[in-house]
Nanobody, 124 residues
């Protein structure tokens, strides 16, 4: 069982910064990767960034160079530092845990558990 709780969302002006955090609890051994997703009104949820247990990271092109994902395994927390925010970044941001799963007779790492979401609003 893995539970996620996001915090840190809010309203900022374009060009500003904001840091999101995610508290992780439960069976950590089932987690193969952590990430952040976002969903804007009328749009599908999309992955923003992810990080592996060894620290390898991924960023969607639109946030590359502006967002930084990090994790603290001692405190069981995941962070997303956002800078140079744009109006297009406005969305509900979700913390996500990727869990080990079996698919096509192979063990895979698939996003499975989500937090409740935290609203990020960027205005001009």
């Amino acid at each position: 069982q893995v539970q996620l709780v996001e915090s840190g969302g809010g309203s900022v002006q374009a060009g500003g910064s904001l840091k999101l955090s995610c508290s992780v609890s439960g069976d950590m051994s089932k987690i193969c990767r952590m990430g952040w997703y976002r969903q804007a009104p009328g749009k599908e949820r999309e992955v923003v960034s992810s990080i592996g247990p060894s620290g390898t990271t991924y960023y969607i092109d639109s946030v590359e160079g502006r967002f930084t994902i990090s994790q603290d395994n001692v405190k069981n927390r995941l962070y997303l530092q956002m800078s140079g925010l744009k109006i297009e970044d406005t969305a509900v941001y979700y913390c996500a845990a990727y869990l080990f799963t079996v698919q096509y007779s192979r063990r895979s790492c698939t996003v499975n558990t989500w937090g409740q979401g935290t609203q990020v609003t960027v205005s001009s």
